[in-house]
């Protein structure tokens, strides 16, 4: 009787410290949202740099198997502090990729990470860098059918690489391979994406500077991020290469490219 006590209780007290380790990051994230009106920068950036301690002992603490757990919780954590604009503006969006450290290692798959790392690392805080470093760790545990939709990934990592970093031949590669997997897929999403990054890598192995494969590619960010500062970046970069935007009566945007590229 004993002995089921304690094998029942074992993995109860697992969870709960675990548990408790994630939760150890709510109560600053809330110090942060609460004392926005008064704090002081000094302050701000204290807090950011203990948040960031945090952090760096989440990545360090065994999960005793709780990584999607581990990997959904900071996740959370992220989603509080991106979305906290008013803050941000004074702080800046540094901390990005030290989430998603966390979040990737405990869970490579997690596939709506990866489109968060990008806009938040890349566009954000300036570090298409760090952004592609994870997003290359985390396809090494990734294949065409796992996860759902993996195909995301290697555009998310095309779009850093072309809008971010200039590197048009490592992003021809990416839209290729994103391509290549999608094609294996018969659903229209799938088949859609197959074709557009097709085209996006056939423009760029023609012309590395092509204006019609950074819009296309301005035009992926628009339509994946619909938070209203994103927007206004991508609509603003699409414009600046000759492109246009219409909004169709479905609501939708429709990108009218230039006559040349």
């Known amino acids: 009787m004993l002995l089921s006590r304690q094998v029942f209780a074992t993995p109860v007290v697992i969870c709960m410290c675990i548990l408790g380790v994630g939760l150890i990051q709510f109560p600053q994230l809330q110090k942060l949202i609460n004392r926005k009106q008064s704090a002081s920068l000094e302050t701000l950036k204290k807090e950011i740099k203990s948040e960031n301690i945090r952090l760096n002992f989440l990545e360090k603490t065994p999960s005793f198997g709780y990584n999607n757990f581990i990997a959904d919780l900071v996740y959370l954590n992220f989603l509080q502090y991106f979305g906290d604009n008013e803050i941000r503006d004074k702080t800046g969006y ?5 989430y998603f450290e966390v ?8 596939l709506a990470a990866y489109r968060s790392l990008s806009i938040s690392t890349s566009l954000y805080a300036g570090m298409p860098e760090r952004a592609i470093a994870l997003s290359e760790k985390g396809l ?13 990934i290697w555009r998310f990592k095309g779009v850093d690489e072309l809008l971010f970093l200039g590197n048009a031949q490592a992003a021809q590669q990416s839209f290729a391979t994103a391509a290549n997997w999608a094609s294996k897929f018969s659903d229209p999403e799938s088949q859609r994406i197959a074709n557009t990054s097709q085209r996006t890598a056939e423009f760029l192995s023609r012309n590395p500077n092509s204006k019609y494969a950074q819009i296309s590619t301005w ?20 414009e600046a290469l000759g492109g246009k935007i219409v909004t169709t009566p479905e609501g939708t945007n429709k990108i009218i490219f230039p006559p040349k590229d």
């Not at 035009?219 to 699409?238: G, W, Y």
């Open 94 to 98: 540094s901390l990005s990729p030290e």
């Open 103 to 110: 979040i990737l290692e405990r869970d490579p798959r997690f």
């Open 140 to 152: 090494k545990s990734i294949s065409p059918s796992v996860p759902e939709k993996s195909y995301y």
């Open 219 to 238: 035009s992926m960010v628009l339509n994946n991020h619909p938070d209203e500062r994103t927007q206004k970046r991508a609509i603003k970069e699409i």
